[in-house]
């Protein structure tokens, strides 16, 4: 049973610098099923950014590019998120769906708050 437990969220001011995590547990880690989301209210979710095969390869949203970083170390996967605006307020969760899987495993999310 797949377990991702998001954590590393807050409220910041515009400008500012997060660091999400998400701890995976209850399966073998695998990287490249991984990806953040992020929701805010009112809208759909909406994919953030994506690693794949050993993180030689990423892909970012075009509204994060060259602010956020995603990468992966052990069974962890981070969200550095750094020079935050308004938009960026949202829910943000990891996600995993992997070759044979038949829905998204999701955590519970973590708040992101900038103004």
């Known amino acids: 049973h797949v377990q991702l437990v998001e954590s590393g969220g807050g409220s910041v001011q515009a400008g500012g610098s997060l660091r999400l995590s998400c701890a995976s547990s209850?399966?073998?880690?695998?990287?490249?099923?991984m990806a953040w989301f992020r929701q805010a209210p009112g809208k759909e979710r909406e994919g953030v950014a994506v690693i794949y095969t050993g993180g030689e390869t990423t892909f970012y949203a075009d509204s994060v590019k060259g602010r956020f970083t995603i990468s992966s170390a052990g069974n962890t996967l981070y969200l550095q998120m750094n020079s935050l605006k308004t938009e960026d307020t949202a829910v943000y969760y990891c996600?995993?769906?992997?070759?044979?899987?038949?829905?998204?495993?999701w955590g519970q999310g973590t708040q992101v708050t900038v103004s």
């Open positions: 209850g399966w073998r880690y695998i990287s490249n099923c």
């Open positions: 996600g995993a769906f992997c070759t044979g899987w038949k829905s998204w495993k």
